[in-house]
């Protein structure tokens, strides 16, 4: 009542509507006056903001330019009365067989050559019955036909013809069983050249071994069989590997899914972790393979994350597999050989799988371990650079890093020399990796061929699509990362 009393004096005193019209504006424009400023103070932050990233830039580019300027000095000081050239990223290599076997260093001309050796061994292990030989045909089946990517291996006719027919096997053999694994005397290494192909140029980037292997071997390996002592060549092998990929059976995994221990199943894992850990080869993939049976109950598919919780729950061993501190990349990779579209079925009582009549093979993931092989290699050959820079170690590391290694580096204007008493990077090597990644990026795009191609540029744009499925593969599977040490 009192706010009332208030009110009637107030409009007693003052009867014009001209006045409270009046502060009714008043009031409006006193608002408007405080948003104004409001608004204003808002622009002039983001104004500062915006300046202060220029002001940044501009600091970075003039300390790049100071710091290119000062290592233009350094070389002009090593190389009296040289002219320093800006390396280009490369340059066409000699004639085959003449590069130098561990990436030249800068001639007259101060640019390097690739080296002539550019293998990448990948060496499969698994017990038998794990699907390796599956795994094998649906990755040349995925690229063997080139596609959007431009990337193909391609491989010698009498290769060719085994593989094309492994893969007919696959998808029309009456009864719908599949082919039986690897046998000792099947044991032998693939080699395909790795091929970016546009529309009328084609260029080869590089050379991929995969190694197959009987799981037989793997057996005598691990001390599973003591029948044979462990096969020599075999273990020369899997030290000289790039990348090894250590397969768990999908299919007997499951039997641990479901809670209840298998000490059988378990013994075989804990095997295979032990023959992998034993390698000299760090630089490590675990490939889940059937992952099509690892199904819920409710219909859906276990994670990744389900299953590395129940082998940590199963197998103490695992957990310390992961957590070796001299353990470089580790990845775990799940892999459908035979798809996820219900192509295979179970065979019955007998175990094993067959094929359902009517539904297309389309083998899933296959193409993963690929694609992260030469970024893991790359990674790990950059840490040990990076360990050993400035020890005595650096002469004895010198001669270990990966052929595919030093030609990337070329490629991305890195040169790299090895010798006597070790190796000289022409950039800080902890920055290698971040350096590599920028230059490919800038340069190629993802599934667009480079309209020029030659061996430098069909590297580079191998490398950066190899990139691009490794991020959009950890986007699906964040948990896939194993390894506790190093960056990625």
Not at 171 to 198: D, L, M, Q
Not at 276 to 284: D, G, H, M
Not at 412 to 419: A, D, I, P, Y
Request: glycine content about 10%.
């Amino acid at each position: 009542m009192g706010l009332l009393r208030r009110l009637l004096w107030w409009r007693n005193r003052y009867p014009s509507w001209s006045f409270w019209l009046g502060l009714v504006i008043t009031i409006l424009l006193s608002l408007s006056t405080v948003i104004f400023y409001v608004v204003l103070a808002a622009v002039c932050l983001d104004l500062v903001k915006l300046i202060s990233r220029w002001i940044l830039d501009l600091v970075k580019l003039i300390s790049r330019w100071i710091w290119e300027r000062l290592q233009d000095g350094a070389r002009r000081r090593r190389l009296p009365g040289a002219t320093v050239q800006p390396p280009p990223a490369y340059r066409a290599p000699p004639p085959a067989n003449q590069g130098h076997p561990d990436g030249s260093p800068p001639g007259r001309d101060g640019r390097a050559d690739l080296p002539a050796d550019r293998r990448v061994r990948i060496l499969v292990l698994g017990f038998p019955g794990c699907g390796k030989t599956l795994m094998l045909a649906g990755l040349y089946y995925y690229f063997a036909q080139g596609g959007p990517t431009g990337i193909r291996l391609s491989t010698d006719q009498e290769s060719n013809g085994r593989l094309l027919s492994l893969v007919a096997q696959i998808r029309t053999t009456p009864g719908g069983y599949f082919p039986p694994g690897t046998s000792v005397t099947e044991t032998r290494a693939w080699s395909f050249t790795v091929k970016v192909e546009s529309a009328d140029q084609d260029a080869d980037a590089f050379t991929l071994e995969y190694l197959d292997y009987a799981g037989r071997l793997v057996e005598e390996l691990a001390g599973a069989r003591t029948d044979d002592p462990p096969d020599e060549e075999f273990r020369r092998a899997v030290d000289n590997a790039d990348v090894l990929m250590g397969v768990i059976d999908g299919e007997q995994l499951m039997k641990l899914m479901s809670g209840s221990y298998e000490a059988e199943v378990v013994d075989r894992i804990d095997r295979l972790l032990n023959v992998l850990i034993r390698a000299r080869q760090r630089n490590i993939h675990l490939v889940v393979s059937k992952w099509d049976l690892l199904v819920r109950g409710d219909g859906g598919h276990y994670t990744m994350a389900d299953v590395r919780r129940t082998l940590a729950a199963m197998s103490p061993a695992f957990g310390n597999f992961q957590r070796n501190p001299r353990l470089g990349k580790l990845r775990m990779i799940p892999v459908a050989a035979l798809g996820m579209n219900g192509f295979a079925v179970s065979a019955g009582a007998g175990g094993g799988m067959m094929r359902k009549s009517g539904v297309e093979w389309c083998p899933w993931n296959v193409e993963v371990p690929f694609f992260c092989a030469v970024p893991d290699i790359i990674r790990y050959d950059v840490d040990k650079m990076a360990a050993a820079a400035g020890t005595p170690s650096q002469a004895s590391l010198a001669r270990s890093i990966a052929r595919i290694t030093l030609a990337v580096l070329a490629v991305s204007g890195l040169t790299v020399k090895v010798g006597v008493p070790g190796f000289t990077v022409n950039c800080p090597i902890i920055e290698a990796v971040q350096r590599i990644r920028q230059y490919v990026g800038d340069r190629y795009a993802r599934c667009s061929v480079p309209a020029s191609l030659d061996e430098g540029t069909a590297i580079g744009y191998v490398v950066n699509e190899c990139y691009g499925w490794v991020d959009e593969f950890e986007r699906r599977w964040p948990d896939s990362r194993l390894s506790m040490r190093g960056g990625w």
